[in-house]
Nanobody, 124 residues
């Protein structure tokens, strides 16, 4: 089992950058695929990005490709989401998720462990 705690959210202007972090408990972090999802007000939660166990494979939703980068530091039990060129439509609560798949997955049904979320608000 793994516990996840997100941080790094905030209020920024369009065009700014933010880096989200997700710290995981436990000693088996490197055995988990990690994902980021987001939920905007009035909308369903959607996939943003995912990274495989050893950072070799990543996956992104089309709307963030070229702007967001997911990475992980297995020595620090942490996954990151670097968000550049933020847009108002990126405003959402961002969630970190984990599961034991070897490769990144884009469906929230594939993730058993979730953090509480961190709010990202992008003003125009």
């Amino acid at each position: 089992q793994v516990q996840l705690v997100e941080s790094g959210g905030g209020l920024v202007q369009a065009g700014d950058s933010l880096r989200l972090s997700c710290a995981a408990s436990g000693r088996t972090f490197s055995s988990y695929t990690m994902g980021w999802f987001r939920q905007a007000p009035g909308k369903e939660r959607e996939f943003v990005a995912a990274i495989g166990r050893r950072s070799g494979t990543t996956n992104y939703v089309d709307s963030v490709k070229g702007r967001f980068t997911i990475s992980r530091d297995n020595a620090k039990n942490t996954v990151y989401l670097q968000m550049n060129s933020l847009k108002p439509e990126d405003t959402a609560v961002y969630y970190c998720a984990a599961d034991s798949w070897p490769y990144p997955r884009a469906s929230e049904q594939d993730y058993a462990y979730w953090g509480q979320g961190t709010q990202v608000t992008v003003s125009s």
